[in-house]
């Protein structure tokens, strides 16, 4: 089992950056494949951006391209969510998920595929 906290949330003006952390607990999360959602207000939850527990394949939401980058240093059990050029409908609760995966290229692009969530972070873009 692994839990999961996000930190790095905040308010930023449209154009800035923030870097989102998920601190994992747990010795086995090397072998997680790991995602990035975001829900705003009166929307679904949806995928932002997603890796695989060897860090070498990443998936990415159209909206963010570009953009965003997630990766993860699995010595310190964290994945990051680099996020630039940041837009108002950026806004929203953003939430760190895992699951533990057997293969190391896989990458889980689906909510109900992840089996562990954290709690989120606001992120707030004003324009």
């Known amino acids: 089992q692994v839990q999961l906290v996000e930190s790095g949330g905040g308010l930023v003006q449209a154009g800035g950056s923030l870097r989102l952390s998920c601190a994992a607990s747990g010795r086995t999360f090397s072998r997680y494949a790991m995602g990035w959602f975001r829900q705003a207000p009166g929307k679904e939850r949806d995928i932002v951006a997603a890796?695989?527990?060897?860090?070498?394949?990443?998936y990415y939401a159209d909206s963010v391209k570009g953009r965003f980058t997630i990766s993860r240093d699995n010595a310190k059990n964290t994945v990051y969510l680099q996020m630039n050029s940041l837009k108002p409908e950026d806004t929203a609760v953003y939430y760190c998920?895992?699951?533990?995966?057997?293969?190391?290229?896989?990458?889980?692009?689906?909510?109900?595929?992840?089996?562990?969530w954290g709690q989120g972070t606001q992120v707030t873009v004003s324009s």
């Open positions: 998920a895992a699951d533990p995966q057997s293969s190391p290229i896989v990458v889980l692009t689906t909510l109900y595929k992840y089996d562990y």
């Open positions: 890796i695989s527990w060897s860090g070498g394949v990443t």
